[in-house]
């Protein structure tokens, strides 16, 4: 819109002597006095025009040389002036806002000064881009996204642009657009991300065995950073009564796992970063623990030793093995010497039975020949326990008892008679005793 326009004469009966006309201005226009100032624009300051001593009509008349309008040398310095002027400039109070704050944080107040007092004023944000992040409620700017440094939205240096347009309430309403330059101030973020990379471990796994690698994410990394696992600092809140422990960054086995017992521990991390002042999340994992195939254990002999000249088919004891996955289990003695395998047999299949998370199982050993103290005192057992994976080996020794037998036969080698008044004392003859072995009588089958 033109600061200035020219003044249009209406004359009704036409430019004749002793007739009065009329100068009129455009609607919001007004006919002022406005004298010209070297260096500056025409009729720029509001302040310099006159619109209060301008005349808006003028009369035809003779004066000295001729006809000649009244005010002739005044109207040379009339015009058509603008009534209202746009404000002049506009300020904001404040020009930062600390990243992670809520959509409607106060930022800053906006004023303005104008050349026409007594006005009231209307703030909008004006860019498209800048609609997204601002929003203003009567003279207050406030955000309308939550700042972030590193986030999804990328920042010029750590600001933002925000144009804002001013209208004042003159007639016609003016405005101006000014643009200013939000910073977003940063605050230390905590991690967040934090990941396990792996939470599954065999029942196996021995002592110190790694699980999985702890990693985050900084808040105050750059958008879209890969998990990673420097610069924090680890804490290991809940081992689970210290199944678990920290090595470095690495969730380590600190003891004993068994499936059958528990088959998953909770576990709790906390991560700290190196920010000021120190930032911290923590995280709950679970630790899932696979079955294996477990050896079989505590094998034992219900006893060890057997009468010499026991029958055949008896009991010399049970051999007694326990497993935790619940297998059968075999027992076998064939690694044992031929002596061994001669004298003793294992009975038909072994039996088991379930003792809380244990499976027990086992099978009677055997005598199948003559045993003779005499002969032989001890034997060596080597028992193989299987459950079809695994198994698991162990030594016994069997001790033959010695039992007293009673003599068979007494001889008795001298003459039947003795002649009379021998003298006291002589050898007359000796007894000889002997006993006889019986063979071991075997149970026929079927």
């Given amino acids: 819109m033109d600061v200035c326009k020219k003044a249009t004469?209406?004359?009704?009966?036409g430019t004749v002597f002793n007739q009065q006309c009329t100068l009129e201005c455009p609607k919001d226009y007004r006919l002022a006095k406005i004298v010209r100032k070297g260096g500056q624009p025409f009729a720029k300051d509001y302040s310099d025009v006159d619109f209060i001593s301008?005349?808006?009509?003028?009369?035809?008349?003779?004066?000295g040389q001729g006809?000649?309008?009244?005010?002739?040398?005044?109207?040379?310095t009339y015009y058509c002036r603008r009534t209202n002027d746009p404000p002049t400039t506009l300020f904001i109070s404040g020009h930062s806002i600390l990243e992670h704050s809520p959509k409607g944080t106060h930022i800053g107040n906006l004023s303005t000064l104008d050349p026409q007092a007594g006005q009231t004023f209307t703030y909008l944000v004006q860019s498209y881009g800048s609609l997204m992040f601002f929003q203003i409620q009567g003279n207050q700017l406030m955000n309308d996204w939550i700042p972030m440094l590193n986030g999804p939205i990328t920042l010029n240096n750590g600001s933002v642009d925000v144009t804002i347009r001013v209208s004042d309430s003159g007639t016609p309403s003016m405005w101006i657009d000014k643009t200013f330059t939000i910073f977003v101030e940063n605050v230390n973020d905590p991690p967040h991300s934090l990941g396990l990379s792996s939470n599954i471990v065999n029942e196996s796994a021995s002592i110190g065995e790694v699980v999985g690698k702890m990693t985050a994410v900084d808040g105050d990394d750059p958008f879209g950073t890969s998990p990673h696992s420097d610069n924090f600092f680890w804490t290991l809140v809940d081992s689970d009564n210290n199944f678990f422990r920290l090595d470095g960054v690495n969730i380590v086995v600190n003891r004993r796992l068994n499936h059958e017992s528990k088959n998953n521990h909770l576990i709790k991390i906390k991560c700290t970063d190196f920010g000021s002042p120190p930032k911290s999340a923590?995280?709950?994992f679970i630790i899932n623990v696979l079955n294996t195939n477990d050896k079989p254990f505590s094998v034992s002999i219900s006893h060890s030793s057997i009468n010499e000249n026991s029958a055949i088919g008896t009991v010399v004891g049970k051999?007694?093995?326990?497993?935790?996955?619940?297998?059968?289990?075999?027992?076998?003695i064939g690694y044992s010497d031929s002596a061994t395998l001669q004298k003793f047999k294992l009975e038909h299949n072994s039996s088991c039975h379930v003792n809380g998370q244990t499976y027990i199982?086992?099978?009677?050993?055997?005598?199948?020949d003559q045993l003779d103290y005499e002969s032989q005192r001890a034997y060596t057992i080597v028992v193989s326990v299987n459950d079809s994976i695994s198994h698991l080996t162990r030594t016994f020794n069997i001790s033959v008892v010695n039992v007293n037998e009673l003599p068979t036969e007494l001889h008795?080698?001298?003459?039947?008679?003795?002649?009379e008044n021998t003298?006291?004392?002589?050898?007359?003859?000796s007894f000889q005793a002997s006993i006889m072995l019986l063979p071991i009588l075997r149970k026929r089958k079927g």
């Fill in 412 to 419: 008795f080698n001298g003459p039947p008679s003795i002649d």
């Fill in 9 to 13: 004469s209406v004359c009704p009966s």
């Fill in 361 to 368: 199982c086992s099978q009677e050993l055997r005598v199948q």
């Fill in 319 to 332: 051999f007694v093995a326990s497993d935790e996955d619940k297998d059968p289990l075999d027992f076998y």
């Fill in 282 to 284: 923590t995280i709950s």
């Fill in 54 to 63: 301008v005349h808006s009509t003028v009369t035809c008349s003779i004066a």
């Fill in 423 to 429: 003298a006291v004392g002589r050898i007359i003859g």
């Fill in 67 to 76: 006809v000649q309008w009244n005010y002739a040398s005044e109207i040379m």
